[in-house]
Nanobody
Framework: QAQVAESGGGSVQAGGSMRLSCEMS????????MAWFRQTKGKEREGVAR???????KYADSVKGRFTISRDSSTNTLYLQMNNLKPEDSGMYYC??????????????????WGQGLQVTVSS
């Protein structure tokens, strides 16, 4: 069973940057989708960015040009570099993984592995 260790998060002022990390040990799929989701109070969890085993990246419109998803295959660690942060980016961020072919709109249950969540707070 995959174990997930997330790190990063915290508080930053608007316009600042932050990097989230998610190490998925023992996750050995050759074909996969990995993604970052976020959830704010009163809203559904939304997909922010995803990367698949072909290194194809997709982003939510709200973060395009500001966030970058990447993966270090040697350590099986997923990253989310967030630049020019805005107060509306605040929320709990979760990493997730599942089979190849999932999208940011796929049902959450299709992603079988989840991190515990990281709080990101952006102040104006």
């Amino acid at each position: 069973q995959a174990q997930v260790a997330e790190s990063g998060g915290g508080s930053v002022q608007a316009g600042g940057s932050m990097r989230l990390s998610c190490e998925m040990s023992a996750y050995t799929r050759n074909s996969f989708t990995m993604a970052w989701f976020r959830q704010t109070k009163g809203k559904e969890r939304e997909g922010v960015a995803r990367i698949d085993s072909d290194s194809v990246r997709k982003y939510a419109d709200s973060v395009k040009g500001r966030f970058t998803i990447s993966r270090d295959s040697s350590t099986n660690t997923l990253y989310l570099q967030m630049n020019n942060l805005k107060p509306e980016d605040s929320g709990m961020y979760y990493c997730a993984s599942g089979r190849y072919g999932l999208t940011l709109l796929s049902p959450r249950e299709r992603f079988g592995v989840w991190g515990q969540g990281l709080q990101v707070t952006v102040s104006s």
